[in-house]
């Protein structure tokens, strides 16, 4: 009895330790990513007024390349060095990495250039938590578990999904598998986080799945779950990890023969912007530009308006697709999770239409999905679904975020997750069973 | 991409197959849970009725006693010998499992005895699982697969939350960890399970929470986030931690005792259901008897009760869990799960009262958070909050659910689980930070 008192008082302390070492890193990675979202809101909507902006997007790639190569250093591998840091802690996370991803995601964002935010938020968030673990003298297993927090708390506040930051902080860094261990200066990280964003009044979008029935009466047989809607959601998740597969092997392959190409470096983005510029005109609207949340114009196709009937074309999917591994294949910054979304509900949006099955239900579900497939988060991606849009289809979410997961490949876009035998094996055992 | 392609095509093979092999599996574990919880009500309120039954409680004891002695072998284990078959299969799982947990579950509700119901649909899943992982002639590693889908479908079907039957069968085998190798045929088993129990015409219990504001203003600062009330969650789930000790100490000591005290094992259910009769004289009403979920009379303690101001006293939590670790550790059947979440639900509202928190949301963290500190599945409790009371309060269930389950010890109520270290070096590295 005593040595179990003495374990929970143990626990308490550290539970009030992290409570406290937590507080100032959450409010300041909260603090930078409101000041990253407002910028971003301020430059997406600059652009709307000032669409001839787009024509300078080479020079925006170039200026971006420059500031990397004077002040960049090892900031440049982004996400994956904070995670590999986080499995084997070595030179550390620089202190710039913060305002350097901030600015250059700005600029990309400002001319044009198709790109996310998370990868952003994630790097402003590991760059504050390093910072701060080198103040308080911290020894590796705490700087790795305040690494992990600041993944959590940055990604928690700019989706203002702290669960979902939570679970994917725990989950992204070894595939097939999660652990408990940082969960509790996650949660409070993650919390903390999306509240600081709240108190500097920055708001997220707010989406929504239509009220549909997912009971049905086959032959007078009443079934509680509509079980032709259940094929559906999983031939199309099958799609969708196709989907983060293809968009995962464009921007890899498009980085590697760019630079295998092209010797002189800065070239990469002028092309990469030429391109996008080319296609832009080719189509003849902006609507894969940028973040694809707001609307440039009335009646664009957008994350939001995938969610009605009308609301993407064809291959919208695939021309976000094409122009987000352009942009962040030539070296433009920003993350990868936004324009994930926007590829999962346009996606979705057109199967619905293609499987005559409700709209607003398979844009969340390819939103959800397709990220899944790419980052190998299945739990964060389905509790990131009840989050955003309610657990109604809870469900559905797991089905279709595991499904995606499974079929898509042993590589999702952060090169640096560790893969301890789970994914392969996995692959493996379809064959032995 | 040819090997890309035909990665998907055995995944999709594999995928339609366990589709498949689940079908009379899940149809088959939900058709008898169903059959189980019409029983099971059938004879809760034929002892409602009766109240006199309850003196024949130490008979019910030998009876069992003695069907356990004559059919039972390894059944006899129950969960334990399940979790145990899927990390190292060995005997398999008998086949009359099933009847036997079944027959003598209602028995021991039928005279009063306070048990609950996840025991026996788990025992019923596995062991339907495990016949028809012999008439499908499978290899083990599909044997285990199909076994921990039995877990899922049996979880599922008995207190209606797929979700958390799918998450509680790939949390419960290995502590501090959660795997994903057995997810889909987990999902199928638990959905189908559950569709059947609901196709049969049983229903379950619904719960709620009222509607609660969680933002506050202190100084005409408004916090988006009440830290006064995350404050008293936080207290509350070390304390809901130590419950879930309490009842795994409590049950384990008194099986321990009585096996050493008492040479005439069939006299050990005897003194049990004596002790039973007594408590209930002394206490004058019989609340803490059976599942505890319908209320014999007009304001009897119940777990439903528990939920509004009044609904419980101060004690239900302690009453109920000795109750229940006299019946479960003087050998009567049932489950664990059910008084859990009384103890849960009944001390949540005891603190709700005492620290002038919301009773109903209280109520909630306590029927979640007792139980995952007993069963070492956080994130399957946290799941099934948002699956029984919605999403609203999701982050307050995770924090709940992880405090709880770090605050419970190292040893939860199946000692089959296995430790990889994790739990171990978890309370380790509390120590070291």
């Known amino acids: 009895m005593q040595k179990i008192l003495n374990i929970q008082l143990q626990i308490l ?3 009030l330790r992290w409570d406290l070492i937590i507080l100032p890193v959450a409010v300041g990675i909260g603090s930078m990513v409101a000041l990253f979202l407002w910028l971003l809101n301020l430059a997406i909507h600059y652009r709307f007024a000032h669409p001839w902006l787009l024509y300078l997007l080479p020079l925006a790639g170039v200026s971006i390349h420059f500031l ?16 590999d840091e986080i499995h084997e802690p070595g030179a550390g ?8 991803i901030l600015l250059t995601t700005v600029i990309t964002h400002l001319f044009g250039g198709s790109a996310g935010r998370e990868g952003t938020a994630v790097q402003i968030g590991g760059s504050i938590a ?9 020894d590796l297993a705490q700087r790795q578990t305040l690494l992990t927090a600041g993944i959590a708390a940055g990604f928690g506040a700019v989706f203002g999904t702290p669960l979902t930051g939570t679970v994917f902080a725990m989950e992204v860094l070894t595939v097939g598998r999660i652990q408990y261990r940082a969960f509790f200066p996650c949660l409070i990280a993650a919390f903390l986080g999306d509240a600081t964003v709240a108190a500097w009044h920055v708001h997220h979008t707010p989406y929504h799945i239509d009220v549909i029935n997912t009971a049905a009466t086959y032959y007078s047989y009443h079934f509680w779950f509509d079980p032709v809607l259940l094929l559906k959601v999983m031939i199309s998740s099958v ?10 092997k464009a921007t890899h392959s498009i980085k590697q023969y760019s630079l295998k190409l092209i010797k002189t470096a800065w070239l990469i983005p002028v092309l990469g912007g030429c391109l996008i510029i080319l296609l832009t005109l080719i189509i003849g609207k902006p609507d894969y530009l940028s973040l694809g949340v707001d609307a440039e114009y009335p009646g664009a196709v957008t994350i939001v308006s995938s969610f009605h009937q009308g609301g993407a074309h064809f291959f919208s999917w695939l021309w976000k697709l094409v122009y987000t591994a352009i942009t962040l294949g030539t070296g433009f910054k920003g993350g990868e999770v936004t324009p994930l979304f926007y590829i999962g509900s346009t996606l979705g949006n057109t199967l619905a239409v293609l499987m005559d099955a409700p709209v607003s239900l398979f844009a969340a579900l390819g939103f959800i999905a397709v990220f899944s497939g790419a980052t190998k988060t299945p739990i964060a991606c389905t509790i990131m679904g009840m989050e955003l849009f309610g657990p109604d289809h809870a469900v559905l979410f797991a089905v279709a975020c595991f499904i995606a997961y499974l079929c898509s490949g042993s590589n999702g876009i952060y090169s640096a997750q560790r893969k301890p035998g789970g994914k392969l094996s996995y692959l493996q055992s379809f064959r032995s069973k």
Chains 1, 2 share one sequence.
């Open 13 to 15: 302390k550290y539970i």
């Open 68 to 83: 990397y190569k004077m002040y960049g250093s090892s900031a440049e591998r982004g996400n994956n060095l904070i995670i």
């Open 93 to 100: 996370v620089p202190k710039r990495m913060a305002p350097l």
């Open 130 to 138: 390093n910072f701060f673990a080198g103040l308080f003298r911290m």
């Open 239 to 248: 799609l969708f990890g196709f989907a983060s597969i293809l968009f995962e």
